[in-house]
C-alpha cells in the first residue's frame, strides 16, 4: 500500500512539475520545420506560355516568445523553392524571407498538452525566378523579374508537447506576398520541432 501511495505521489508530483515548466512568459524556443507548398494556381506568368506547377519544398527557422495565456511572439526566415512545367522544363522558383508576428490560443488542454493557435506575421524577402536566367533551353525568353516581395502570412498552427522541452507541431499557413511576377498567394503545410531554451 505504502507504495502505491509513493508512486501516486510521484506521478502528480511529475505531472504538476511538467505543467509549471511549460509556456512561461518570456520563454524562447528555437524551431526547426519542413514545408510542403501547395499548388493552387492553374496559370501564372513566368512566361507568356502556361506554365503548371510541378511542386517543391522548403525549410524555416524561427524563434519563438511566450507570452500570456500560451500566446507567443514567432520571427522567422524561410526558403521556399516550387518548380514549374513548362514543355519538358522544370523552371524552380525560390523565395527567401523573414517573418514576424504573433499567434493567439485558441485552444489548450486542461495540462496544456495540445494547444491550437492562430496569427498573422508581416513578410518580407526576395525572389528569384529561373536563378535569374531569362533565356530557356528552348529559346523561350521568362517575362518574370527577381524582385523584392512583401506581405503577411495567416498561421493555423496544433502543437502537441512531448516533453516539457520538446514540441511537435503541424501548422497551415497561406503567404501573401505583393510584388511578385510568380503568384500572390502561397498556401503550404508545415512541420517541426520546437525546442525549449530556457
Known amino acids: ?49 502556361k506554365a503548371l506547377p510541378a511542386g517543391g519544398f522548403g525549410w524555416a527557422l524561427a524563434m519563438t516568445v511566450n507570452h500570456k495565456r500560451a500566446n507567443y511572439w514567432l520571427f522567422g526566415l524561410e526558403y521556399v523553392k516550387k518548380k514549374f512545367e513548362y514543355r519538358e522544363m522544370h523552371i524552380p522558383s525560390e523565395t527567401i524571407a523573414f517573418e514576424g508576428g ?29 536563378r535569374s536566367d531569362k533565356l530557356l533551353p528552348d529559346g523561350a525568353t521568362l517575362l518574370t523579374r527577381d524582385r ?14 512531448a516533453t516539457d522541452n520538446l514540441v511537435l507541431f503541424v501548422k497551415g499557413k497561406c ?24
Not at 523584392?148 to 508537447?161: M, T
Request: a positive charge; proline letters at 3%; aromatic letters at 8%.
Open 148 to 161: 523584392f516581395v512583401y506581405g503577411g502570412a495567416y498561421h493555423l498552427a496544433l502543437d502537441v508537447y
Open 102 to 130: 504573433y499567434l493567439l490560443n485558441l485552444f489548450s488542454d486542461a495540462g496544456k498538452n495540445v494547444l491550437l493557435n492562430t496569427g498573422i506575421t508581416a513578410v518580407a524577402g526576395y525572389e528569384t525566378v529561373n
Open 175 to 198: 503567404n501573401v506576398l505583393w510584388g511578385s511576377d510568380v503568384e500572390m498567394f502561397r498556401p503550404s503545410l508545415q512541420t517541426g520541432i520546437r525546442i525549449s531554451l530556457n
Open 1 to 49: 500500500m505504502k507504495k502505491s501511495v509513493l508512486i501516486l505521489v510521484c506521478l502528480v508530483a511529475i505531472a504538476t512539475g511538467t505543467h509549471a515548466q511549460r509556456l512561461i512568459p518570456g520563454q524562447r524556443g528555437l524551431q526547426l520545420s519542413y514545408n510542403i507548398p501547395i499548388n493552387t494556381a492553374k496559370e501564372n506568368h513566368l512566361q507568356s506560355a
